[in-house]
């Protein structure tokens, strides 16, 4: 079993910067692949940012990509989503989740349905 809380949402204007936290409970919280989805009002659930269980893999949407970075801090339980340059269609409720260990090399889930942990979600906003 994993717990996990979201952390660090907020309102910004456009081309600023936030940083979002998740940390993990559980007993084997730290084997998990980790990712990052967000969901806009109106909109399904998005893949946003993946990253293995020992950080040494990532993988992003190519919304994205060069823009955000994901990394994790195992001795934290924690993983962290680095967002910048951000852009009003970024505005949306950011949810943390935790896939099943997968072993280094093997391409990561960008599929929902492949996480069978989520947090609650935070709330990103960014005003033009």
């Known amino acids: 079993q994993v717990q996990l809380v979201e952390s660090g949402g907020g309102l910004v204007l456009a081309g600023g910067s936030l940083r979002l936290a998740c940390a993990a409970s559980?007993?084997?919280?730290?084997?998990?692949?980790r990712g990052w989805f967000r969901q806009a009002p109106g909109k399904e659930r998005e893949f946003v940012a993946v990253?293995?269980?020992?950080?040494?893999?990532?993988d992003y949407a190519d919304s994205v990509k060069g823009r955000f970075t994901i990394s994790r801090d195992n001795a934290k339980n924690t993983v962290y989503l680095q967002m910048n340059s951000l852009k009003p269609e970024d505005t949306a409720v950011y949810v943390c989740?935790?896939?099943?260990?997968?072993?280094?090399?093997?391409?990561?889930?960008?599929?929902?349905?492949?996480?069978?942990?989520w947090g609650q979600g935070t709330q990103v906003t960014v005003s033009s």
């Open positions: 989740a935790a896939a099943p260990w997968r072993r280094d090399g093997v391409p990561l889930p960008k599929d929902r349905q492949e996480y069978g942990y």
């Open positions: 559980g007993r084997t919280a730290n084997s998990y692949t």
């Open positions: 990253v293995s269980w020992s950080g040494s893999s990532a």
